[in-house]
Nanobody
Framework: QVQLVESGGGSVEVGEYLRLSCAYS??????MGWFRQAPDKATEGVAT?????TTRYRNSVKGRFSLSHAGRTLFLQMNSLKPVDTAMYYC??????????????WGQGTQVTVS
């Protein structure tokens, strides 16, 4: 099973940026991406990338966030951060099937706080 380790979170001010990293071992599956969960809210998809390179972004982050992939690391560049972006951010992999679908491997998360 794939192992995922996120890093890069932190506390920043409105308008600043962060770059999240997700280092993984094992197979990256058919798609992988970033999800987030704010306090007392459901987990929501932020950005995902299929094995063929197709990317999907949540409407509220389009134009501000971007995915990239190098080696065994998935990056999420987050620019022009807003307080609504405050959440725990998780990296996840969907091992099989057709994207988008159910993600079955998750990292421990990295906290992003924007104030």
């Amino acid at each position: 099973q794939v192992q995922l380790v996120e890093s890069g979170g932190g506390s920043v001010e409105v308008g600043e940026y962060l770059r999240l990293s997700c280092a993984y071992s094992g197979h990256r599956g058919v798609c992988m991406g970033w999800f987030r969960q704010a306090p007392d809210k459901a987990t929501e998809g932020v950005a995902t990338i299929d094995v063929d390179g197709t990317t999907r972004y949540r409407n509220s982050v389009k134009g501000r966030f971007s995915l990239s992939h190098a080696g065994r690391t998935l990056f999420l560049q987050m620019n022009s951060l807003k307080p609504v972006d405050t959440a725990m951010y998780y990296c996840a992999v969907m091992s099989g099937g057709e994207c988008p679908g159910e993600y079955n491997s998750w990292g421990q998360g990295t906290q992003v706080t924007v104030s």
